[in-house]
C-alpha cells in the first residue's frame, strides 16, 4: 500500500522499519474515538463553509458505515495501514472517493491522535469510577455485618490494639474515595480539546475549535497549539492516580493472604476464589489477591515508563508519544480487572473466622493502653501510668500469663490506684468500645460511619 507521503520520497521504506513506526497493531483500540474526532471536525468544516453540506454528508455517512462495519466485525483495522487515522482515511476515500481526501482538511494527526486519547481515556475514567463504587459498596456491605467483630490491630507488623472489623474495612473505604477523587481532578484535565491546534501552530483554514470541542463534550479548548499537541501530563496523572489505587489494592490483598494463612487463622477463602495445588492436595491458594498484588508492578512500571517518555522531549510532537498509548491501554485494563477481582473477593471470596478472632484479641497484650489510660483516669501523669504498666507487661511474660490473669492484690502492689473495675476495662470488647474520639474505632463511632457511608453510597 503507498504511504501518503509517498510522493515525497524515491524509494519504499524498509520493512522492519515500516513495522517498527507503526501503531495500528495497537492503536487500533482507538477506533471508536477517531471516528467520534472525525464527525465532529467534519461537521466543524461544514459549519464553517470550507465543504459543502453534500460533501459533509457524504464523509459522514462514510464514516457512519465504517462504524457500522467495525462493530458488526466486517472490517478490522490492521496492518499496512501505519496507525488508526490513516487507516480510517484511506478506508473512506475507498468508499467514497475524492471527497474523503478533504476530511483531512485544517487538522493533523498530531491534534487528531491527541483528541483520540483524550475521548478513549475520559471514558474509561468514568467506567472506573462505577467500578470503584462497586468496591467501595462491597466493603460497606462487608463492614456493616461486622461492627462488633473484633480483629487485632497492628503496628508495625506486631499487635497493637484491638479493633472493629467494621473500623478496618472503611479505611480502605477512605483510601477507594481518595481515589475517586484524584481520577476526577485527572478527568477534569484529560476532558480539554486540543483539536484545531493542527500539527503544532494552528491553522489558516477556516475552523471552530468551540464547535467541535462542544460536539465532542470537552469542557474547554486548549490555549496555546504547541502545548496542545505536546502535553502528555494528563497520560502521566492517570497512571499515576492508578498506581496509588493499585498500592491500595494490593495493601489489602497482602492482608487477605496473611488472614487465610494457617499462621492467622483469621479467615478462610471461599471456593468462588481459591485455587488449589497441581501437587499439593491439602492447599487453598490466594492466587487472586497474589495475582492483584503481582500486577501492581506493571502498573508503577508504565508510570516510570511514561514519565521517562517525557523527559527532556523538547517541543512539540515527537515521535516519542506514541508510546503513550501501550502505558495507558494496559493500565486502564489492568485496573478495571483488578477492581472486579477484588469485589468479587470482597463479596464473596471470603469468610472471617469470627472465633478465631475473638480469641486472638483475647490472648494478648493489646489492652496495656487501657490500663495505663485507667490510671490516668485516676489522675496519675501518663508517661508514669506508661511505666507502671510496662513492669506489669514485663512482670506477666515472665510468669507467661496475660495481664487479665492477674490477681488484684498484684495489680495494687504496682499502683495504689488500681481497683477491681479494672477487669472490665481489661476486656477487649470493651478496650475497643472506648475509643470513642472521633474517627476512632470505638462501636460508636464506627455505627456513625457505617451510616454515613451507606448515605454516600446511596446503599
Ligand atoms: N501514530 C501517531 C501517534 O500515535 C500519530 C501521530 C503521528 N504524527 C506524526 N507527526 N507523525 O502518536
Same mark, same amino acid.
Given at each position: ?73 466486517? @472490517? ?42 483524550r475521548l478513549w481515556l475520559r471514558k474509561e475514567i468514568d467506567n472506573i469510577e462505577t467500578l470503584i ?35 478496618? *474495612? ?9 481515589d475517586r477523587?484524584r481520577y476526577k481532578e485527572v478527568r477534569s484535565r484529560v476532558n ?11 491553522? %489558516?483554514? %477556516? ?27 494528563f497520560?502521566?496523572e492517570f497512571?499515576?492516580a492508578s498506581?496509588?489505587l ?21 479467615? %478462610? ?37 511514561? *514519565? ?20 495507558i491501554?494496559?493500565t486502564a485494563?489492568?485496573i478495571s ?62 510468669? %507467661?500469663? *496475660? ?14 490506684? @488500681? ?41
Open positions: 500500500m503507498a504511504k501518503v507521503w509517498s510522493k515525497r520520497f524515491d524509494n519504499a521504506l524498509d520493512p522492519h522499519i515500516e513495522k517498527f513506526n507503526a501503531s495500528i497493531v495497537f492503536d487500533r483500540k482507538l477506533i471508536l474515538e477517531d471516528l467520534e474526532c472525525s464527525i465532529a471536525h467534519a461537521k466543524m468544516l461544514g459549519k464553517t463553509k470550507v465543504l459543502s453540506s453534500s460533501e459533509v454528508l457524504q464523509i459522514i455517512n462514510g464514516l457512519k458505515l465504517i462504524k457500522v462495519e467495525y462493530l458488526e466485525g466486517k @472490517f478490522f483495522p490492521g496492518p499496512p495501514s501505519e496507525d488508526i487515522h490513516y487507516c480510517i482515511e484511506e478506508k473512506l476515500i475507498g468508499l467514497i472517493g475524492e471527497t474523503g481526501k478533504k476530511l483531512h482538511t485544517g487538522r493533523s494527526r498530531n491534534d487528531q491522535v491527541g483528541t483520540d486519547i463504587i462497586d468496591l467501595q459498596k462491597s466493603f460497606l456491605n462487608l463492614a456493616k455485618s461486622n461492627i462488633y467483630t473484633l480483629i487485632p490491630g497492628y503496628t508495625h507488623m506486631q499487635r497493637a490494639q484491638p479493633l472493629s472489623l467494621a473500623h478496618h *474495612l472503611l479505611a480502605y473505604i477512605e483510601m477507594l474515595q481518595r477523587e480539554i480539546s486540543p483539536l484545531g491546534a493542527a500539527a503544532l501552530a494552528g491553522t %489558516k483554514i %477556516k475552523i471552530d475549535r468551540h464547535f467541535t470541542a462542544a460536539e465532542l463534550g470537552f469542557n474547554k479548548i486548549y490555549k496555546n497549539s504547541i502545548d496542545a499537541v505536546s502535553d502528555r501530563d497520560c502521566i497512571v499515576s498506581a496509588l493499585m498500592s491500595h489494592l494490593s495493601k489489602i490483598s497482602e492482608e487477605i493472604i496473611l488472614w487465610v494463612t494457617d499462621e492467622f487463622s483469621f479467615a %478462610k477463602l471461599t471456593d468462588k476464589c481459591a485455587t488449589g495445588s497441581s501437587l499439593m492436595p491439602q492447599k487453598k491458594n490466594p492466587d487472586v489477591p497474589e495475582l492483584i498484588r503481582g500486577k501492581t508492578g506493571r502498573v508503577y512500571g508504565h508510570l516510570q515508563a511514561l *514519565l521517562t517518555m517525557v523527559k527532556g522531549v523538547p517541543l512539540s510532537y515527537n515521535k516519542d508519544f506514541q508510546e503513550d498509548k501501550e502505558p491501554f494496559d485494563e489492568t480487572s483488578c477492581i472486579k477481582a477484588m469485589t468479587i473477593l470482597i463479596n464473596d471470596g471470603i469468610e472471617f473466622n469470627i472465633k478465631n478472632l475473638s480469641d486472638s484479641v483475647e490472648n494478648d497484650f493489646s489492652n496495656a493502653t487501657d490500663l495505663a489510660d485507667y490510671l490516668v483516669g485516676k489522675d496519675v501523669p501518663f508517661r508514669t501510668a506508661y511505666q507502671v504498666v510496662g513492669q506489669m507487661v514485663k512482670y506477666c511474660l515472665e510468669r %507467661k500469663i *496475660l495481664l487479665k490473669n492477674l490477681k488484684i492484690e498484684e495489680f495494687k502492689k504496682f499502683h495504689p490506684e @488500681f481497683d477491681e473495675d479494672v477487669f472490665v476495662d481489661l476486656k477487649p470488647v470493651n478496650v475497643v468500645k472506648s475509643r470513642n474520639s472521633e474517627g476512632g474505632t470505638g462501636f460508636a463511632q464506627v455505627e456513625k460511619e457505617v451510616n454515613n457511608w451507606k448515605k454516600r453510597l446511596l446503599l
